[in-house]
T-cell receptor
Framework: EPEVTQTPSHQVTQMGQEVILRCVPI?????FYWYRQILGQKVEFLVSFYNNEISEKSEIFDDQFSVERPDGSNFTLKIRSTKLEDSAMYFC?????????????FGPGTRLTVT | LAKTTQPISMDSYEGQEVNITCSHNNIATNDYITWYQQFPSQGPRFIIQ???TKVTNEVASLFIPADRKSSTLSLPRVSLSDTAVYYCLVGGMGGATNKLIFGTGTLLAVQP
C-alpha cells in the first residue's frame, strides 16, 4: 500500500535556527497538507497546497513558515527562525478524491524539538 | 465547519463491540462525516467516511441517522490494538483545501 513518508523522524534544533521538514506524498495525490500536534494537544491544521500554490493557511502559519514542492515529488515545510513553542510533531498529509469520498493519508510525522 | 462533540474517553474489553457517538448539530448539506484513528506518536489514519445511512468497510461501520445531526462509529470485536484516539470530523470535500479540523477525540482504552 502506498504511504506518505517524512524525514527526519526527529529533529533537534536551537532556537533561532532554520529547519526544513521533508515529505514525500503519495504519487498520484493532488492535495498536500501540513499539520502539527503539540504534545498532549489536538492535531492542528497549518497549510494546504493544491495546484502548486497555497490554497489555505491557518493563523499559526505566519511569515516564519513556508512550503514548497520543489521537484514534483517532495513537499517541504520550512521554519525560518524556530521558537521554543514550535516544538511539536509535524505531520504531512496528501489527499485524493476516491470516487464518492475523500481521504487524507498522513505520514508518520517529524518530531521537532527546539532547545 | 460544523462543530463536533464526542465523549472524551471510553473503556471496553477485548471482543466487545464498541460504539462511539459524535454529535454535529450544525452539519451543512454538503458536509461529509469522517472518522480517523490515531495511535500515540503516529499520524492519524482514515477509518471510514459517510454522508447518510450506513457505511461499512473491513474495519468499521458508520451509522448516520436521517437528520445527520449525529453519527456512530461501530468497531466490532475490539482488540487491545484498537486502543487509540478516535476523531469524528465533519466537513465538505472536493474543494481545494479539504482541511481537517480535529477536536480532542475519544480515547478508547481496550482492556484484556
Amino acid at each position: 500500500e502506498p504511504e506518505v513518508t517524512q524525514t527526519p523522524s526527529h529533529q533537534v534544533t536551537q532556537m533561532g535556527q532554520e529547519v526544513i521538514l521533508r515529505c514525500v506524498p503519495i504519487s498520484n495525490h493532488l492535495y498536500f497538507y501540513w499539520y502539527r500536534q503539540i504534545l498532549g494537544q489536538k492535531v492542528e491544521f497549518l497549510v494546504s497546497f493544491y495546484n502548486n500554490e497555497i490554497s489555505e493557511k491557518s493563523e499559526i502559519f505566519d511569515d516564519q513558515f513556508s512550503v514548497e514542492r520543489p521537484d514534483g515529488s517532495n513537499f517541504t515545510l520550512k521554519i525560518r527562525s524556530t521558537k521554543l513553542e514550535d516544538s511539536a510533531m509535524y505531520f504531512c498529509a496528501s489527499g485524493i478524491l476516491q470516487g464518492s469520498y475523500y481521504e487524507q493519508y498522513f505520514g508518520p510525522g517529524t518530531r521537532l524539538t527546539v532547545t | 465547519l460544523a462543530k463536533t462533540t464526542q465523549p472524551i474517553s471510553m473503556d471496553s474489553y477485548e471482543g466487545q463491540e464498541v460504539n462511539i457517538t459524535c454529535s454535529h448539530n450544525n452539519i451543512a448539506t454538503n458536509d461529509y462525516i469522517t472518522w480517523y484513528q490515531q495511535f500515540p506518536s503516529q499520524g492519524p489514519r482514515f477509518i471510514i467516511q459517510g454522508y447518510k445511512t450506513k457505511v461499512t468497510n473491513e474495519v468499521a461501520s458508520l451509522f448516520i441517522p436521517a437528520d445527520r445531526k449525529s453519527s456512530t462509529l461501530s468497531l466490532p470485536r475490539v482488540s487491545l490494538s484498537d486502543t487509540a484516539v478516535y476523531y469524528c470530523l465533519v466537513g465538505g470535500m472536493g474543494g481545494a483545501t479539504n482541511k481537517l479540523i480535529f477536536g480532542t477525540g475519544t480515547l478508547l482504552a481496550v482492556q484484556p
